[in-house]
């Protein structure tokens, strides 16, 4: 019994770890903008403040996922009505639209990040690439989708494989190209306060993915358990952030990386073993894109068609497993803001589009749940 009850704590520590890691590392991740826009351009400072990021993350995603499981409220509805109490009228539908936002605002990251690939390994303009990427986008929102969350785990895992090829040997080989980067950053004279004020909305504008973590609190034992998954999931996106960042290092002193919209990239094209692993890496940070665009679009259109569409439309749709007319016009509609919402640039939405994000949450997450630390104790006042 002991044994079956620890393999069960393991798996669902683990699980619900990795779960914060594959939301965490979307397109933005993968082709390095997010890493170098907020971590990447302050020298040594990005490799210390990812970590310190993914620590503040992890206290407010184990406080919500302890949350959820005491309470047994696990979806985000109704724990936010738990949680936010006599004020939910007022914060429960705040968060509801900043949720909506984050909805539009991943899956034209993914655009971007597909699309800004696409032109970097072709040539062809950024404005067709996106178009490519939606229209493929589109096709399968409507009839793959459950393909892409079949396969959805394994391509995280083979991104992740693919990204330790590239960086790896790239961090190995370019020591002395970080070390000049750092140098050279070093005698700007590049703000501590910037740093951090960057580091803290890169930290706060991930607060939002509690309305996916609070779900995968059912899987827990107990609360506590909340605490040892979120430590795991520190420890996983930190090293990876870390790595990452330094790997950046090694091309952020080049005069052409201010041209560029896909540092990972560039940093392959000016590494190590680029003919084999630019192709490899670009295939993998599209079909990355793709599976989030996908899964961001088909939660929105089921998220829209609960008021457009009947109870019994919505049951006729699930037994043909065919999409209705009313579901490809939606999803159709998603697909064209996300384009042209990927219009600004994949560099310009993950810096201001996410940073926007953040001051969204700081009045409607981040100071609320301080209070609510403070008043209750960390849960632990009854």
């Not at 798996?11 to 907020?38: D, K, M, R």
């Not at 391509?155 to 961090?171: D, F, H, R, T």
Request: net charge positive; charged share 10%.
């Amino acid at each position: 019994m002991n044994s079956k009850k620890s393999t069960f704590v393991f798996s669902s520590v683990f699980g619900v770890a990795f779960i914060w890691f594959t939301t965490h590392f979307g397109g933005g991740f993968a082709s390095g903008a997010q890493l170098y826009s907020y971590f990447a351009k302050y020298g040594a400072w990005c490799l210390i403040l990812p970590v310190l990021a993914m620590a503040y993350d992890a206290v407010f995603f184990a406080y919500a996922l302890h949350f959820a499981r005491k309470h047994e409220v696990y979806d985000y509805r109704s724990y936010n009505n738990v949680f936010y109490g006599r004020f939910a009228p007022v914060f429960s539908n705040l968060f509801e639209l900043i949720y909506l936002v984050t909805m539009c605002l991943a899956p034209a990251v993914a655009f971007a990040t597909g699309g800004a690939t696409l032109s970097t390994v072709t040539g062809i303009p950024y404005l067709i690439c996106t178009l490519i990427i939606g229209v493929f986008i589109f096709i399968v929102a409507i009839f793959g989708t459950n393909l892409v969350r079949k396969v959805a785990s394994v391509l995280s895992i083979l991104i992740i494989v693919g990204l330790l090829l590239v960086y790896v040997p790239n961090i190995a080989v370019g020591t002395e190209r970080i070390s000049e980067t750092i140098s050279a950053m070093s005698a700007q004279n590049i703000s501590m306060k910037t740093a951090f004020y960057y580091a803290f909305l890169y930290g706060t504008f991930q607060l939002i993915n509690i309305a996916v973590f609070v779900q995968h609190a059912e899987t827990f034992e107990e609360a506590k358990t909340a605490k040892q998954s979120m430590f795991v999931g520190f420890i996983i996106n930190a090293l990876m952030m870390v790595l990452v960042a330094l790997g950046l290092l090694t091309i952020c002193n080049d005069p052409q990386m201010a041209e560029q919209s896909v540092p990972t990239l560039f940093m392959v094209q000016k590494g190590v073993g680029a003919s084999f692993m630019l192709p490899l890496i670009s295939i993998l940070i599209i079909l990355g894109a793709i599976s989030t665009a996908v899964n961001m679009v088909a939660a929105m259109v089921k998220r829209v068609s609960v008021f457009v569409q009947t109870e019994d439309e919505r049951q006729k749709e699930a037994k043909s497993g065919k999409p209705a007319m009313k579901t490809i016009i939606i999803a159709l509609i998603c697909c064209i803001v996300d384009f042209g919402i990927a219009q600004f640039g994949l560099l310009t939405l993950v810096s201001k589009a996410y940073g926007f994000l953040a001051y969204l949450e700081i009045p409607v997450i981040l100071i609320p749940y301080i209070i609510h630390m403070i008043a209750t104790r960390f849960d632990t006042k009854e």
